[in-house]
């Protein structure tokens, strides 16, 4: 079971259907199995807003939200319990499970949503739904409404209005609560202990999947079932490339590594990346990219606060990353100007950061009203500053070529500030260089 409580769900449907306007209804369907070859499926992963709303991790489901209904405002459609599919499959909620466990007010078989739900439309003026994220869906959405329509000589009154509930949905998730926030630091907690197994098992000659099989290792003894997305392992060169997902090169002395991964739990995701040295310790460039990178993280945690705007933790790295550059003499010239033309962007060419939560690149408006939004207690995100050196660089000395670094935590902004959900991982060169010595002695 979630360790969202059961309330909570309850709280946040209150909530959604509170700003919808009256006599109108939510429709949001599961996520569908997806086939990874032949009859081969990949493990199921429950869409995140039907998640948010519902807890229930089933396929083959359907949510309606009709406030006002005097038979109950939560109705669900999902599979029935069979004996058989069960024996193959796991057990099913069913009707009874989705009302007994999953707060349902009413529950119906998924098999008769055809001849049920739109007779749950008819009368209704507005339809909020997740328009053009599942078209297999829109279309069934649409044959219900013409069903209504083909009726309307007999005073069907099919719906005036589709919404996108997207808005309405992701500005709530953007806003974690307590129960969220504890289940984000079980899984920063667990990829925390993945990331620090890799680094203390780390040596020349394993390969990028050998420490990838540490981090997959650790998230499943944790309670993780899965990755939250695919874990980026890239030794080299290979840091360089800002998703590279290979993971096969050979771990050399002299080089870095650079991890980017993190697990799920209950559909909530971290997001860490640390850079280390496969010999156990930095070269003096490569010490001079990280710590550089490192003053520009540093830099970001003091612009997350409420009142701050999104931006401005960005623009503290910018500044920080150009100042260096300018210093190590990698960029030349007056340092605002290089700001201005963003010179910077041939080494740090990504944000600072995103929003975190139940996708790790959550939803959440970045802007509002053409405005950087302003941070407020509750919003998680990453930091993520970084420095990327192409192997093949002409336009810079041989000794920094090859040199890719990033650093990234999950944070959460507080009244005070932000909490860092990601600290138990070493962040700093003596940490990373006394965590790896030790593993070795």
């Known amino acids: ?35 990874r070859n032949r009859d081969v499926e990949h493990v199921y992963r429950q869409d995140s807003d039907f998640q948010y709303l519902s807890g229930f991790p089933e396929p083959e489901a359907v949510i309606a939200l009709i406030p006002g209904r005097e038979h109950g405002e939560y109705v669900m459609f999902c599979r029935e319990r069979n004996p058989e599919r069960e024996l193959w499959d796991g057990l099913r909620a069913g009707q009874e499970g989705a009302v007994r466990e999953f707060g349902a007010d009413d529950a119906f078989p998924i098999t008769d949503i055809d001849e049920i739900l739109p007779g749950l439309i008819e009368g209704r003026e507005r339809v909020y739904t997740a328009m053009g994220s599942n078209p297999e869906f829109d279309r069934r959405l649409m044959d219900w409404i013409n069903v209504i329509r083909s009726k309307a000589r007999l005073g069907a009154q099919p719906p005036n209005e589709f919404v996108a509930l997207d808005h309405l949905l992701h500005d709530m998730r953007l806003y974690k609560s307590a129960a969220e926030v504890k289940v984000m630091r079980s899984a920063a907690d667990i990829s925390a202990r993945a990331h620090v197994q890799a680094m203390q098992a780390c040596r020349a000659g394993l390969y990028e999947y050998s420490l990838e099989a540490e981090l997959d290792y650790v998230f499943r003894k944790g309670g993780a079932k899965m990755p939250a997305y695919g874990s980026i392992v890239a030794a080299g060169r290979n840091g360089c490339i800002l998703h590279y997902q290979q993971n096969d090169a050979l771990l050399k002395d002299g080089d870095l590594v650079l991890i980017d991964a993190g697990c799920e739990i209950d559909c909530y995701a971290s997001d860490i990346t640390r850079t280390f040295p496969v010999s156990g310790r930095f070269s003096p460039e490569q010490k001079a990219i990280y710590e550089l990178v490192l003053k520009a993280q540093a830099a970001a945690f003091a612009e997350i606060a409420p009142g701050k705007h999104w931006n401005h933790a960005h623009e503290a790295t910018v500044r920080v990353i150009t100042e260096g550059l300018v210093e190590l003499g990698l960029l030349e010239g007056e340092v605002q100007a290089l700001i201005d033309s963003e010179a910077y962007r041939a080494f740090y060419m990504h944000r600072a950061g995103h929003w975190l939560g139940m996708d790790v690149h959550d939803v959440g408006d970045y802007k509002v009203g053409g405005e950087w939004r302003v941070l407020e207690p509750g919003m998680a995100l990453t930091v993520e500053p970084g420095i990327y050196i192409g192997a093949d660089n002409q336009a810079v000395a041989r000794k920094w070529r090859g040199i890719g670094v990033r650093i990234e935590d999950d944070v959460v902004v507080t009244r005070q500030g932000c909490e860092i959900l990601t600290s138990g991982v070493p962040r700093t060169v003596a940490e990373i260089e006394a965590l790896m010595q030790a593993a070795r002695v």
Request: glycine share 0%; charged share 20%.
């Open 1 to 35: 079971m979630s360790r969202i409580p059961k309330a909570e769900y309850a709280r946040r449907r209150k909530a959604l259907m509170a700003q919808m306007v009256p006599n109108s209804i939510a429709i949001l369907p599961a996520a569908a199995v997806a086939i």
